[in-house]
């Protein structure tokens, strides 16, 4: 089942502290951005990549495709103020498609089982998420003090990439802008329409690159896998 993907990737990096998008550091001598990018370029299923991007970013980050030999990247709309905006752009960009995913372009670590079982699953259902479930005791915690202990057995932890119709988005989105909604993610836009968002289970490897430390993690991962 053939696919193609949004990757927001006009983010700042504040958290990251690097004064320049995070997508630009280094894991092990490559950027971020195209350690993610090599998943969906060597993924036969992916017939294409929408990469939203800062106006001033374009030319380096179109510089870094050429490097790098990254061939399926169909279009570099502008990113937005948000994350939704970013996304909206790129799917008012695209052509009509059956499936369409949006990853972090900052989760290198995505693995083509977990892609391909999101899109079997899309595809089916309509709409699905990757996530794991919690690991440690969740508390609900009100001005400093903890309320009390929720019961982590229903509780998952979102990830990406998030796997959609490519209609049921596009609506999704066109609705929000036009209500003026402000969502967290692509899976919040769709469950306003009233439908269900499936789960498929994914690995704790596929971590976001957001903090200095999760840098220490990335290395750690590819040394694994390259061993």
Known sequence: MQYEVVLPAAGSGKRMGAGQNKLFLQLNNKPILIHTLEVFESDDACTGIWLAVKPEERAYIQALLERYRITKVKGLPNGGKERQHSVHSCIKAMQQVEIVLVHDAARPFITKPIIARLVEVAQEKGAVIAGVKAKDTMKKVRDGIIMETVDRESLWMIQTPQAFRFDLLRHAEDVAEKQGFLGTDEA????RLGHQ???VESTY????MTTAEDLIFGEAILKQRNN
């Open 197 to 199: 968002v499936h789960i």
């Open 188 to 191: 919040m836009l769709v469950e």
């Open 205 to 208: 490897e596929n971590v976001k």
